[in-house]
């Protein structure tokens, strides 16, 4: 709960110093939490990112000042949490995805969600004529799903802590196919992260309500549930004994929280 008062938001949009600072003050932990749930992924916490993502908060909290309208505490706090979420989360969207807009990462991830987290079927989506205005080209799709994968190298270090930093991603790849090391090679690694992928898809998916995990692995067919993507909610809603509308809600939340989920964990490998 705020420490806040009327008087010092108040005051803080009029520029007080002492006002404004009480308001730097209170926010500063807020600001720290919300750079350290962007700067985290799969447990490991980008240090440099954290502060990084810290001065964008900061900078958002002065700008929301002279946004924000009326001096009620709470909603003020509500207001900063907002505007600090929007600006870390583009902020991180730009460190993370470079080489395309943040318009082209937004609508793939868009379509990352609507493929149930597979980065090679949201390609698809992507460029696909049912995205209407939100449609990329082709190559744009390409180059986006190559910026959301990231780069990699068969002699990136793996699991440092437990093997070494001697230990790389073409020690583990080489491991699974049970031939030498020298032997893996690019084609390797592409089918290394579908198989992650794969994974981790359906460890999220797990990790959902048992009717959300239904209702999402309904929408694109994930064994053992059949697909029902193109067939109207009556159908699943009868097959599943709930309501259409009690579909809707699951598959609303479920997206959602699997988003949340998937980003968090998908670059685990």
Known sequence: MTQLTHAQISDAKSNDLDAVSSVIRETEDLVKARARRFATTAGHTDSD??????QVGRIAVWE????????????????????ITRAMADARREATRPGVSAYTAKRFEHALCLAGGDPYEAEKIAASEERGTDRLTPDLARAA????????????????????????????????MGVPADLVDSNDIANHRR???????????????????????????????????????????ADMGVTTDQVKQARSKGKVRFAELYRAGARAW
Not at 49 to 54: G, I, K, M, R, T
Not at 64 to 83: S, Y
Not at 207 to 223: F, M, N, P, Y
């Open 195 to 237: 198989r992650v992928i794969r994974e981790c898809v359906h460890r999220t998916l797990g990790l959902l309500s048992e009717r959300q995990r239904h209702v999402l692995k309904a929408d694109h067919g994930i064994a053992p549930v059949g697909y029902y993507g193109d067939g109207p909610d009556a159908d699943l809603s």
């Open 64 to 83: 929301a000042l002279g946004e924000f309208a009326g001096d009620d505490p709470a909603q003020f706090m509500a207001h900063i949490d907002r505007r």
């Open 49 to 54: 990112l954290v502060e990084d993502l810290a």
């Open 145 to 176: 799903r190559l910026s959301w994968l990231g780069l990699d190298s068969l002699d990136r270090p793996v699991n440092s802590a437990r093997h070494g930093e001697s230990f790389t991603l073409g020690d583990v790849i080489a491991q699974e």
